[in-house]
């Protein structure tokens, strides 16, 4: 996020640093960087030791979600493949991830000096770099505490009630009736999606033999190019699902075979299943509308976060949804 949270500003979790992991640090700044979680930077005297990390964990469940999640990628690292997932034990919680504060669970990595992308791949080199560390991801036996996908979307229901209050003025931010009056052109159209979406999930299910150790967002924002090579981050996101949910992001415009050689090579299959990229292209466009439109139905300040997430939702996802629903009209 490019916002830091009033709660948890760097003074503070320079002392939670101390306290927990590293009685050393000396510094800590803010990280305006990615989306949904928050981060900062702490160093020693000299140069800097570790990347800190703040995950949301006040809606119910989600603390363990991300406890069993992060020790499946755990695991995953042990077996040797390029996780970067927390790795350091809280010194006062020597069985434990992180330390929860309040509403955020924290985290603490080594740093790695790495530059993250812009989202989309660059060329089939980049492509077929990430598709080969994904074909031994999708090779590999399930780790003990990975949890299964399940199908959604997620905040399906409160996107619907969302839809009912259309007619209503939205006000309380500045971007209440920009994000309003979008929904109302596809709005209606949505439950065609919806229907869509659950007969792919119900083919998706019938398959789970076939489900694999996923990544679930393998965008470039998810790499830190290296000079000793990319490797994947944020692994909140793993779950044992269809290979498509992390191929539709690698493979997707590719100019040529490098990249699906690259998965077959490393251990993942060439028959890749059209409708299960729809399916969680159809997951992942209503999901980001279902955020977007809780968070800007509701008290919002317009700050920087807030401006960004309402240009990808005018120019990113009201045009995605809209092929869909028009896509789905010509069926």
């Given at each position: 996020?490019?916002?830091?949270?009033?709660?948890?500003?760097?003074?503070?979790?320079?002392?939670?640093?101390?306290?927990?992991?590293?009685?050393?640090?000396?510094?800590?700044?803010?990280?305006?960087?990615?989306?949904?979680?928050?981060?900062?930077?702490?160093?020693?005297?000299?140069?800097?030791?570790?990347?800190?990390?703040?995950?949301?964990?006040?809606?119910?469940?989600?603390?363990?979600?991300?406890?069993?999640?992060?020790?499946?990628?755990?695991?995953?690292?042990?077996?040797?493949?390029?996780?970067?997932?927390?790795?350091?034990?809280?010194?006062?919680?020597?069985?434990?991830?992180?330390?929860?504060?309040?509403?955020?669970?924290?985290?603490?990595?080594?740093?790695?000096?790495?530059?993250?992308?812009?989202?989309?791949?660059?060329?089939?080199?980049?492509?077929?770099?990430?598709?080969?560390?994904?074909?031994?991801?999708?090779?590999?036996?399930?780790?003990?505490?990975?949890?299964?996908?399940?199908?959604?979307?997620?905040?399906?229901?409160?996107?619907?009630?969302?839809?009912?209050?259309?007619?209503?003025?939205?006000?309380?931010?500045?971007?209440?009736?920009?994000?309003?009056?979008?929904?109302?052109?596809?709005?209606?159209?949505?439950?065609?999606?919806?229907?869509?979406?659950?007969?792919?999930?119900?083919?998706?299910?019938?398959?789970?033999d076939d489900w694999v150790p996923t990544h679930?967002?393998?965008?470039?924002?998810?790499?830190?190019?290296?000079?000793?090579?990319?490797?994947?981050?944020?692994?909140?996101?793993?779950?044992?699902?269809?290979?498509?949910?992390?191929?539709?992001?690698?493979l997707r415009d590719a100019d040529g075979a490098?990249?699906?050689?690259?998965?077959?090579?490393?251990?993942?299959?060439?028959?890749?299943?059209?409708?299960?990229?729809?399916?969680?292209?159809?997951?992942?466009?209503?999901?980001?509308?279902?955020?977007?439109?809780?968070?800007?139905?509701?008290?919002?300040?317009?700050?920087?976060?807030?401006?960004?997430?309402?240009?990808?939702?005018?120019?990113?996802?009201?045009?995605?949804?809209?092929?869909?629903?028009?896509?789905?009209?010509?069926?």
């Amino acid at each position: 996020m490019l916002v830091e949270p009033q709660e948890l500003v760097a003074g503070a979790v320079l002392g939670l640093i101390r306290e927990h992991w590293d009685h050393g640090a000396v510094s800590c700044a803010y990280l305006p960087h990615g989306a949904g979680a928050h981060h900062w930077v702490a160093s020693g005297r000299h140069q800097p030791r570790w990347f800190v990390t703040a995950d949301d964990v006040g809606v119910h469940g989600r603390l363990g979600e991300l406890l069993d999640t992060y020790a499946a990628a755990r695991e995953l690292a042990q077996r040797g493949h390029h996780v970067v997932v927390p790795t350091l034990t809280p010194e006062t919680e020597p069985h434990g991830v992180g330390v929860v504060v309040g509403a955020y669970l924290l985290t603490v990595t080594p740093y790695l000096e790495g530059e993250p992308g812009p989202g989309d791949y660059a060329d089939d080199n980049q492509r077929a770099l990430i598709a080969g560390a994904l074909g031994a991801l999708h090779a590999e036996r399930s780790p003990a505490r990975a949890r299964p996908w399940v199908p959604g979307p997620p905040l399906r229901a409160e996107l619907s009630a969302l839809l009912d209050r259309l007619d209503s003025p939205w006000t309380a931010g500045p971007f209440g009736e920009s994000v309003r009056t979008a929904l109302q052109r596809s709005g209606p159209e949505l439950g065609r999606l919806y229907r869509r979406f659950d007969q792919l999930a119900a083919r998706a299910r019938d398959a789970r033999d076939d489900w694999v150790p996923t990544h679930g967002e393998p965008h470039t924002r998810n790499v830190l190019w290296r000079l000793g090579g990319p490797v994947l981050v944020d692994w909140e996101s793993l779950r044992i699902a269809p290979r498509e949910r992390d191929l539709r992001t690698v493979l997707r415009d590719a100019d040529g075979a490098e990249p699906l050689s690259a998965y077959v090579a490393h251990g993942g299959t060439a028959d890749l299943d059209d409708d299960m990229v729809e399916l969680f292209d159809l997951e992942w466009w209503l999901w980001n509308m279902a955020i977007f439109a809780i968070r800007f139905s509701g008290p919002h300040d317009g700050d920087d976060d807030d401006e960004r997430f309402h240009n990808v939702f005018l120019e990113e996802v009201m045009p995605a949804v809209e092929g869909a629903v028009t896509k789905q009209t010509a069926r």
